[in-house]
């Protein structure tokens, strides 16, 4: 059982925080084990931190889609002019203050070391504490700043009414990426788990569906435009196979795919209301302060000299146990059998596994030149979702079946 969390963080690169944490607590909650304080304010801290991280980063990759203003000019991130050269910097200073905090925190910026089933390997030391402290100081102003550029931004572009696409105008719905499917979340930050005197998610409300019961078969790609960006579109005759590209499971809430992430996070806590493409990457940037905030609040309630590993560890019976983390992009559940400190059986639900159905039904009515903006609001991790491992590309034949404990 302490091999997989360092396999599951290698799912992703960007998120590699929530698929440690919980994996580490579906061990725990399978084999009954509860941690210190310390050690879960430490875990706290990374969760928050790696949010923060894929909130800017996320920042970076939106950013064409929209325009500076008041003005007709896309904006550049990349570019070395102003004011795209000042946003960039705060972007990446914010990304560069998580991860040094996470660095500090974890062992390492990207696939963190110092989580461990039972809670952490070590504590922090007091100037540790105190240099992730100056740095969450520094991010929240700099967090603020950036929240309120991004939302003039996309409040901006709520109401153009139109964006332009390799030269041609193209409206832009007011009901741009709606859906009427559910939402699901279990903490505006952190999570759940089934240790919880209330658990916020029901394993009894879950089921695996196949990719066939919500896609399209094969179908022969009829529409093409060159001028798309970049290169054109995908060219006319080919074949195409949702039913087979899409992932390898689907999961469903109540029998019905739901969203996850911030705007859903919002939606179950703080009663925000807003739907849409829009919604979404406004409740993302609402989430920025509220990072550096729960960084300091644990730091303050942190003892670098307390205790952050459990005085016992059980081996595990066989019982089921979950553990839910409010990822960057959503609920990303891990479940686990463990006996005699064996995995009997192990399942990953990560966020855009349960987002990709839902986002298939916001497209719907959409623009196809603005598809991918539908798309971005969700900001998919494909590498998370799709769980395959081809074994012949030529007649594109994946792996159904990954791992048999």
Known sequence: MEQVPKIASRVCGICPIPHTLASIEAMETSIGCEIPTDAKLLRVILHAANRLHSHALHNILILPDFYLPGKETKINPFSKEQPFRSVAERIFRIREIAQTIIAV?????????NPRVGGMYRNVSPRAKQKMADLAKEGLVLAHEQMEFMLEVIRNM??????????KEIPIPRNLGYHNQGVMATA??????????????DFARWKDTQPWDWYMGEVIIDLEDPSYPIG???????????????????????????????????????????????????????????????????LDNLDTSGKVLADHIPRGDGSMGWAANEAPRGTDVHIARV????????????PTTWNLPTCSRALAGAP??????????????????????????????VARKLMQW
């Open 368 to 397: 196809w030149q603005i598809a991918e903006m539908v798309v971005r609001a969700y900001d998919p991790c494909v590498a998370c979702a799709t769980h395959m491992i081809v074994t012949d590309e030529e007649n594109r034949i």
């Open 105 to 113: 925190a974890g062992g390492e910026a990207i696939h963190p070391s």
């Open 339 to 350: 006996k005699g400190g064996q995995v009997l059986w192990y399942e990953m639900l990560v």
């Open 188 to 201: 505006p930050m952190y999570g759940s788990s089934s240790l919880d005197e209330k658990p916020m998610w």
């Open 232 to 298: 054109g579109t995908t060219k006319v005759g080919t074949k195409a196979n949702p039913r087979m590209e899409a992932c390898n499971t689907v999961p469903t809430y109540d029998g019905q795919p739901v969203e996850v992430g911030p705007r859903a996070r919002l939606a179950t806590f703080k009663n925000f209301t807003e739907k849409g493409t829009f919604a979404q990457h406004i409740a993302r940037q609402l989430e920025y302060p509220n990072c550096f905030y729960t960084i300091l609040k644990c």
């Open 158 to 167: 709520q109401n153009r009414g139109f964006t332009d696409v390799a030269g």
